[in-house]
């Protein structure tokens, strides 16, 4: 079993930065990766950025770039997102995302319950 539990949403004004948490705790494997995407309106879940299996360098979502910015702490089993300068559009739930590979080269997701950020001018 795998836990992801993110924390750092709620209000934020427009222009103003936040950092939100994730922490993975079960059944986590060396090769897990894990990133961040938001889910807005129109209810579609878009990457923003993840870390790639083998690469201590993550990748950004084109789009994404600039205003976000993704780190993490090994040993904490934690990934943490950035905003810079929240604007408006970024109002929506954003979720931690574990991907664990599997030898046939296929995938399984894991989820966190998101955390609802809230940008109000």
């Known amino acids: 079993q795998v836990q992801l539990v993110e924390s750092g949403g709620g209000l934020a004004l427009v222009g103003r930065s936040l950092r939100l948490s994730c922490v993975a705790s079960?059944?986590?494997?060396?090769?897990?990766?894990m990133g961040w995407f938001r889910q807005g309106t129109d209810k579609h879940r878009d990457l923003i950025a993840r870390?790639?299996?083998?690469?201590?360098?993550?990748m950004y979502e084109d789009s994404m770039e600039g205003r976000f910015t993704i780190s993490r702490d090994a040993a904490k089993k934690a990934v943490y997102l950035d905003i810079h300068s929240v604007k408006s559009e970024d109002t929506g739930i954003f979720y931690c995302n574990l991907r664990r590979y599997h030898s046939d080269s296929s995938w399984s997701d894991y989820w966190g319950q998101g955390t609802q950020v809230t940008v109000s001018a």
């Open positions: 870390y790639r299996k083998g690469s201590s360098q993550p």
């Open positions: 079960g059944d986590i494997e060396s090769e897990d990766t």
